[in-house]
């Protein structure tokens, strides 16, 4: 089986860069895929993709080195499974909030005798190898969200399931989890109390043995996050990075035609996370 290349930066010391795709447009899996991130998550959560397209995205990002993972919109065996089985190198699920979801999440994962996993990788056994099912375990990843006030105070049981091999923060759903709408929602958090809550997210895991993910709006961010200590950042996605630099032309153009800008302006968010 192809070697899951986040474990071999991670075994170097590296943190992983990760791109995230949610437009369903395999031609926009190809351009993100050759640009140079460590890995690439198609977004069946938030983002504008189905299975089939999911999949048809998979291949077009076989050509690259990038290890494509999926986040799957729910704790739910049936698309965890397929998402393996068309060729994910790995799985982030949201909203996992105690032992019993990360056991589960991890099962699903997982094939006999350690989950539950039912045995039938289609596309797998041609994109990762004939031997696939000898090493699918030791190569595939499990991520649990962490975006929940019941998450953060059930931190210590999630971090310590067996096979689990992170936790990915969703820093907008968090906020909202743990404040309200007393605050924005979004990413790149400054508030004292959520970067507090996020750096113990992140203690808790590395206590644990896991590793850490963040999801941030900008380079710059997530090299704090890096900085903190986390192992995996994500920066922006496909939809915030076309729309930044359609605007950015579109503003450009205007200032040096002195035109005024006209039509729809940018909103304030790509998606959920």
Not at 22 to 32: D, G, P, Q
Not at 95 to 112: F, G, K
Not at 113 to 125: E, H
């Amino acid at each position: 089986m192809k070697a899951n290349n986040i474990k071999k930066i991670w075994s170097a010391g590296h943190p992983v860069l990760n791109g995230w795709l949610s437009v369903a447009n395999s031609f926009t899996a190809e351009i993100m895929a050759g640009q140079g991130y460590d890995a690439i998550t198609i977004d069946i959560q938030h983002g504008l993709v189905g299975y089939e397209a999911a999949t048809i995205m998979l291949q077009s990002m076989r050509a690259s080195d990038v290890t494509p993972l999926v986040r799957v919109p729910w704790l739910d065996p049936g698309i965890i499974m397929k998402s393996l089985d068309a060729g994910a190198y790995g799985i982030i699920c949201p909203m996992i909030n105690n032992a019993d979801q990360a056991r589960e999440l991890v099962s699903c994962v997982r094939y006999p005798p350690t989950g539950v996993r039912s045995f039938g990788p289609t596309r797998a056994n041609i994109a990762a190898g004939a031997d696939y099912g000898d090493h699918a375990d030791n190569e595939i990843l499990c991520f649990a969200m962490i975006e929940t006030a019941d998450a953060v105070a059930n931190i210590d049981q999630i971090v310590e399931t067996p096979g689990l091999d992170g936790i990915y923060i969703g820093p907008a759903d968090l906020t909202l989890g743990l404040t309200g709408r007393r605050f924005r929602t979004g990413f790149d958090r400054e508030e004292p109390e959520i970067v507090e809550t996020i750096k113990h997210i992140l203690s808790r895991a590395h206590a644990a043995g896991i590793k850490a993910g963040l999801h941030n709006g900008t380079p710059d961010y997530a090299a704090r996050a890096v900085q903190w200590g986390f192992d995996f950042v994500t920066v922006s996605n496909d939809v915030q990075l076309l729309r930044s630099a359609s605007a950015g032309s579109v503003q450009r153009f205007r200032q040096l035609t002195d035109k005024p800008v006209t039509g729809s302006q940018p909103v304030s968010s790509g998606g959920g996370y």
